[in-house]
């Protein structure tokens, strides 16, 4: 239901209001001029029963005459009857409107757009007529037809304060008028320059407004932003200044622009946004001055921006941020200056990081319109994660040729005022993006085992400043790090690993005893546990299952580059490393094993169990049928060592052997 509606019904209330009121006033005056009266109207009933004992006494004790003095009472209530009439002629009056709706909507809403629709069409059939059989000259056909308009708009406005929807179209209509009648002096006849066409449209747009803000009406505002915006490209030709065009769409949407968001209409500020970036990219993005085309790609999308984020309008936060954005490249591309683009490239990121300074808190995401108090939209968190990507395009442009051969610092220079904002203060949404910009300049700055040691060196740090400041974001930056860390490990770095690079002591092998202790050290310390926090406990446990493993199988892998690396024969070197491999299995399972009992930590003896598992799962289906004399002897009393030393821990733990 519209304002109107609402409008309509509540004068409708008011008047059966009013008449419920006079005749409450009035019965209480009647009450009042009778209150003596009220006193006997109980005694009432005893008058009718006077004749009854005039007969004999004795009689009305016996007959049934005292059931005639309940059917007085009934006579009675009419005393009180005018207080009960009060309500029904209210609901009476509600329910009388309610049917009668739809007509009344048909009534005022159809017929009034039918009437508007016909006016302006029986004006343009008028002037084509006019045309067609040169009743008058082209002059005073479009005089006539702007002070038809005017007279239009003159009744409308006389008419709002009783009729507000009514007077408002009428006052739509009359601009309507003008409007064709200034089209029809400029495009069909003549008789006005193109120039002087738009100024007048842009006039009659500009009172429009002006009038829809005085009554605040948005569909005369929404019809004044079309008749502005869409005037030069009515009237326009190509031979205009298309720097002209840019000061004459900035002119229109200041004026309208701060109408609608004064006014919070949106679907006038949608329409002043798309026809500004609309109109100014297609028709003057390639030819105008490029300083020119800069300020009005900043300040439309600034501002628009401004409006569209605070007042959470999904529509117009699109359209100004793209528009901007697309401005400020085509501006660039002419500009030699790149300085200015990143200046204001900053300048237009400034609402972005208002808002998020404003709302830090950025979970849960979500789609739709959300509540106070709650996460960013999928499009506020869209926004202010490409603002750093573009503003990196912005720096890059500065000094193209040393940022080519240097790339990394345009993400540390990224980097450094959002750690800035994001470390200050708890501002989660700024210190991930400093992270991340931290994280890419480590990968462009080193390649192999250097970038691994960097980015492990990252994961310590972010992790290490949640225990220092008390937050709880970095421990997320740092699992990623260096889960980033351990793939450049074992995927990039292990790639180029040289044949001769030595076993255990060799770089990619320090790197992965790095990986190991920073993983440990995460699932030790590092990474920080709230109390009640379960899923985060499962975090620990899987970085620890994961430190585990790599020890595990790194082990057993420098075991078997050891043996090949120092031994000649190839069939020596295999038997050696498979017998060392069953060794370290053995062994590693019994460390867990132990430490399980030391700590009363029945996970990491489950572990060694585990472990202990697939080593006698290799010595009885791998080194009994390929290892030969004493290898096989080895692996096998190793096996039948550990595991009486593990089953004389577990008996030794329960303190009696069973029965």
Known sequence: MSTDDRLDRLEQRMAVLESVVRQLASASVARGAAASAEVPVPSAPPLVSPPMPAGAEAGSSASPAPVAVPRTEPIAPPAVGPAGPASPPSQRAASRLTPLDSERWVGQRVLLGIGVVALLLAAG???????????????????????????????????????????????????????LSIWAASKLYGVLPSTSGIVGLALVSVALAMIAYAIDVEALGVTAALGAFFAPVLLGQNRHNADLLLLYLASMAAGLGLVSARRRWRLAAFVVAASYFGVGTMGAAEHAEPWGLLLFGLVGGTAGLFVGLREQWWETRLLTFSGGWTLLAAAGERIPQHWAVLAAGIVLSIPVWWHALRHPRVLPLHLGQQAAGTGWSGGEALYFFITPVLLGWSVHGVNASRFDAEPWLVPLIVAVPYLSAGYLRPRPAFAAVGAAAMGMAAVQRWDGVPQVWALLALAVLWAALDLLLRRTDGRWYGLLTLAGALQQLFDGAAGTRLADDDAFLGPWALALWGGVATTAAFAARLWRVEEGRDDIRLVRSGLWTMAGAMALFGVTGELRRHFELRTIDVETASLASGLAVSAWWLLFAAGLVTLGFRLSLQPARVAGLAVAGLAVAKVVFFDLSTLDALYRVGSVFLLALVALSLAYLYYRHDGSEPA
């Open 125 to 179: 059939y008028l002037l084509k007529l006019s045309f067609d059989r040169n009743w008058i000259s082209p002059d005073m056909r479009c005089l006539g037809g702007v002070a038809a308009g005017v007279v239009v708009g003159a009744l409308g406005w006389r008419l709002e304060p009783r009729y507000r929807t009514y007077g408002a179209a009428l006052v739509g209509a009359g601009a309507g008028i003008i409007y």
